[in-house]
């Protein structure tokens, strides 16, 4: 129930989830017992006691220990040995990640690293919010580079002059619309650029 785990536990919340929030520190199970479904104080590095709590009867379990490998790694094993369909863990480093995956956690974030790499996208350029998918896809919010501006998507043939597509376009004061080929963008909107992320670098910095 560090910071990770407990942003995630509340959001789950928020989305009316039911959620059992694990940690062997009381101080913290109590602290977060009126925000939360459910909280225990216990041990889920002990499988016996993962087992009392009924573990296995949820559709997913995420390990959010993050000052522990041992402990991060025993507890996934933990839960992919009771048969919880789908597993997340934090790593901290690769050797981490791939030792959670070794042992069958479905699912390995890197919280950390990826909040860096975002941030370096937006500190460094025109993009207001950025995501990474695995395979150099990523999808990025971002102001219209100047190639864009008082012209229709026809016009400015994003895919055939930059290699990228563009999603949709919200208007100041308007709601977001998918981009149709005649969606005249301008300089004041915000789009939704999809596409390889070198060429999406290019476009944000050099269009």
């Not at 041992?70 to 507890?75: K, N």
């Not at 050797?95 to 070794?102: D, F, M, V």
């Amino acid at each position: 129930m560090g910071r990770f785990g407990i942003a995630l536990a509340q959001q789950l919340v928020s989305q009316n989830k039911e959620v059992l929030a694990v940690d062997r520190h009381r101080g913290l199970v109590q602290k977060y017992a009126d925000s939360l479904t459910h909280t225990v104080e216990a041990d889920a590095t002990d499988i016996e006691a993962l087992r009392q709590l009924g573990a296995e009867e949820f559709d997913s379990a995420v390990v959010g220990v993050g000052t522990s490998i041992e402990s991060s790694v025993l507890i996934a094993a933990n839960l992919v040995d009771l048969g919880v369909t789908q597993v997340w863990a934090k790593a901290i480093n690769p050797t981490h990640g791939k030792i959670l995956t070794r042992i069958g956690c479905h699912h390995v974030i890197y919280p950390e690293h990826d909040a860096g790499v975002r941030a370096a996208h937006l500190v460094s350029g025109q993009m207001m919010d950025f995501i990474k998918f695995d395979d150099d896809f990523a999808i990025v919010k971002m102001r219209p580079p100047k190639a864009l501006q008082s012209k229709t998507i026809d016009e400015s043939q994003p895919r055939k002059r930059h290699g990228i597509n563009i999603v949709g376009v919200k208007s100041p004061g308007q709601e977001f619309v998918y981009a149709q080929p005649d969606t005249l963008i301008s300089p004041g909107d915000t789009i939704v650029v999809s596409g390889d992320v070198h060429k999406l670098e290019y476009f944000a910095d050099h269009a």
